[in-house]
């Protein structure tokens, strides 16, 4: 099981291709506004990572994720 | 006082700012007259219709009409009741063994709306622990089945048969799974791949859920869908679909095989807690559904008037939603809302109405002008849609 470091730097890593604005990743960063993805570049990533970890981000867990920091809790959750 | 509708702002001034530049309302349009199912008055203009969705042209059927005129002098204009309670007639029966009939399946159930059955269906099989997996451009009364019950929503990339088996395959394989397709996508016109589609979610011990609501009356030889033109109609577990497009009134259903299928009369809110359709609206649907199980010679026009509208908007240099026509719909792609708005004034100068489709209806944040076309376009009027969007396209530098 890889520790919540190794998940947030690979989580990084994904968040890199989507991040068309630059903009600095930390735990505090937030897709909506900080990155202002929209609904398709969401489905995009959510499939790239759901790939990576081999889990299954429901729309009903998305919708309680707004930081970076709160989707690598989620996937700790997911893979403990 | 926090005013709750500030909320709407952003809406509200993006609606201003298109008006100001002296633009018809695409969303306020007033039809003053109907002649037909293709021709309507509008402004006081006679108006070829391109965006009704009546794909069969029913609305206007002789026989149709004697039967919704009986009803309304048998049974009166209202049932003012709910199915389960004193709103259940005679014709309510009658629609239901129309459409099992028609799909020859063993059970239907008639809702007020194609909506409140989504709504209805989808809330109420999938429970708190189940999935409910389906395409992420499903129609918004799919969506908002998901959100009024409680199961565990998880979406796939649009008619991608891989992102769709990937993620059943992720699911616990004990848990109940319902997978929601569409067989025809209503906004770009394009077609479900759904032999792959339900086989993979059979294999994965899914049941499915396909809405037929584009392309009942029209695809496949008895025009049950798509599900019956690929060959997998037996293996899809509920076929959800309307009366207000081929059937040309309103109303929705649901028909299935499943043996405890009638148990949803009790279970089922969106049917229970409203009001049952009018005795002039089933009596309508019955004789409508009825004509259509024969209509083999319409469902040859509508494809011939689809494939030459197809072929020749491309001729003229119009972006379309699909590199062929799959469906009744023939969706041309603008630029930007301003030009699309622009293009559907011009259109209707021309004397001729589509549908103005746009965020957030529209898949990545397209305007599209939407056309679909019916089975009584005639070749002319199919000609003169033509000739309208040369002459608009040309006008607003769609095309040159």
């Known amino acids: ?75 700790v959750r997911l893979k403990a | 006082m926090t005013d709750l509708f500030s909320k709407f702002d952003p809406l509200i001034e993006q609606r201003e700012t298109l008006l100001e530049s002296g633009l018809t309302d695409p969303f306020n349009l007033v039809m003053e007259e109907v002649e037909s199912p293709t021709v309507a008055i509008c402004n006081g203009k006679r108006t070829i219709l391109l965006g009704t969705y009546n794909y069969m042209g029913m609305t206007f059927d002789p026989d149709v009409i004697a039967a919704g005129k009986k009803a309304l002098e048998d049974f009166g204009s209202g049932t003012t009741g ?36 989504n709504l209805g269906v989808i809330s109420t099989i999938a429970g708190k622990d ?6 992420i451009d499903s129609h918004a009364s799919i969506y908002d089945g ?6 565990q929503i998880v979406p796939f990339r649009h008619n991608d048969v891989e992102a769709l088996d990937k993620r059943l395959r992720r699911l616990p394989a004990e848990t109940g799974k319902l997978v929601v397709l569409e067989g025809v996508y209503s906004m770009l016109g394009d077609v479900a791949p ?31 869908g798509v599900s019956e033109a690929q060959g997998v109609i037996d ?33 089922c809110r969106p049917y229970v807690f409203t009001a049952s359709l009018p005795p002039s609206v089933v ?10 199980m024969d209509s083999a010679a319409k ?84 000609g003169d849609i033509l000739g309208m969007f040369a002459a608009a396209g040309r006008a607003t530098g769609c095309i040159s």
């Open chain 1, 1 to 75: 099981m890889p520790d919540r470091q190794q998940i947030y730097a690979t989580t990084v890593q994904l968040i890199e291709p989507f991040n068309k604005k630059d903009a600095a990743i930390t735990e505090a960063t937030r897709f909506a506004q900080d990155l202002e993805w929209d609904s398709l570049t969401v489905l995009d990533f959510v499939a790239t990572v759901e790939d990576e970890f081999d889990v299954i981000i429901t729309m009903n867990m998305q919708a309680e994720i707004e930081t970076v920091g709160q989707l690598v809790d989620a996937l």
């Open chain 2, 82 to 117: 709910s199915r389960v309670l004193n709103g259940t007639y005679a014709g309510h029966k009658a629609v239901e063994q129309a459409l099992m009939d028609f799909y020859a399946m063993d059970h239907a159930m008639v809702f007020s709306t194609g909506y409140q059955a």
């Open chain 2, 130 to 135: 189940d999935y409910i997996v389906l395409d």
């Open chain 2, 146 to 151: 998901c959100a009024l019950g409680n199961a």
């Open chain 2, 194 to 224: 759904l032999k792959e589609m339900v086989a993979v979610s059979k294999a994965a011990g899914a049941m499915v859920l396909v809405d037929e609501a584009h392309s009942m009356g029209f695809i496949g030889d008895h025009g049950r």
């Open chain 2, 235 to 267: 293996d899809v577990d509920f076929i959800v679909g309307t009366f207000s497009k081929s059937v040309g009134t309103v109303g929705g259903f649901c028909v299935s095989n499943h043996p405890k299928f009638e148990i949803l009369r009790l279970v």
């Open chain 2, 283 to 292: 009596a309508t649907a019955a004789t409508s559904i009825r004509k259509l």
């Open chain 2, 299 to 382: 469902r040859e026009h509508l494809w011939e008037n689809s494939k030459r509208l197809h072929a020749g908007l491309r001729q003229l240099g119009f972006t379309l939603g699909t590199d062929d026509p799959q469906s009744a719909i023939i969706a041309v792609i603008m630029p930007d809302l301003e030009t699309g708005a622009a293009m559907w004034e011009a259109l209707l100068d021309e004397g001729l109405y589509v549908n103005l489709a746009r965020p957030p209806a529209t898949p990545a944040g397209m305007t599209l002008l939407r056309c679909s076309l019916c089975a009584l376009h005639s070749e002319s009027q199919v």
